[in-house]
């Protein structure tokens, strides 16, 4: 149900670099240990809002560390939440937009796209815009079409109900069929 892959991610042209955040040197962060955090604005997230998605900001923390295969690499921890519009009933979908992902820093782009693992992988540079690396693992979040699991239909839900909202992270269908179950019973 997610629409964005990370080799999507690693190949398309970023904005071009206001220089409002900080840049790293990846490799040399990883090997050093380094760690940066705070929070980013929406104005600094642009492409999610491209994306529809609304958000306050995220909170973010930054990493450098080596894997367990011993390569380099970056561990991004963000949290916060989002809010996109329902595609049946255009009612707000929340999202949790938080994760902790360890990406490896890859030499080129051709090691990213000819890999066969599942090891998450980003481009290794000297200029890495913290703020893009945040906001990248942010999109591979969000569901390509954001919608309810029961959308809330004008004076349906009573009081202690709760509102239709999505977690992005674990819906299973089983979830979906208890909703419905629970729905049906009504
Ligand atoms: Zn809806």
């Known amino acids: ?21 900080a840049e790293i040197d990846g490799l040399q962060f990883a090997r050093a240990g380094l760690e940066i955090s705070g929070q980013l604005s929406a104005d600094q997230l642009p492409r999610l809002a491209e994306l529809g998605c609304r958000t306050a900001g995220l909170e973010f923390r930054l ?25 049946r009933c255009l009612g707000p979908v929340e999202l ?6 360890e990406l ?4 080129s782009l051709q090691e990213i796209e000819t890999a066969n693992d599942d090891v998450d992988r980003v481009l290794a540079s ?4 913290v703020a893009e690396l945040v906001e990248d693992e ?3 979040l969000l569901p390509m079409v954001p919608r309810h699991d029961r959308c809330a239909g004008a004076g349906f839900l009573s009081a202690g109900e709760d509102v239709a909202t999505v977690e992005v992270k674990k819906v299973s269908p089983f979830s979906v069929l208890a909703s419905l179950k629970k729905g049906g019973k009504r």
């Open 1 to 21: 149900m997610f629409g964005y892959c990370r080799s999507q991610l690693a190949t398309t042209n970023k904005r071009p670099t206001g220089g409002s955040l």
């Open 63 to 87: 990493t450098g560390t080596k894997n367990s295969r011993g390569k380099l690499a970056l561990r991004v921890h963000f949290n916060g939440g989002g809010e996109m519009s329902c595609q």
């Open 96 to 101: 949790d937009l938080s994760g902790d992902e």
């Open 104 to 107: 490896e820093l890859a030499g």
């Open 126 to 129: 000297s200029s890495m815009d």
């Open 138 to 140: 942010a999109i591979l």
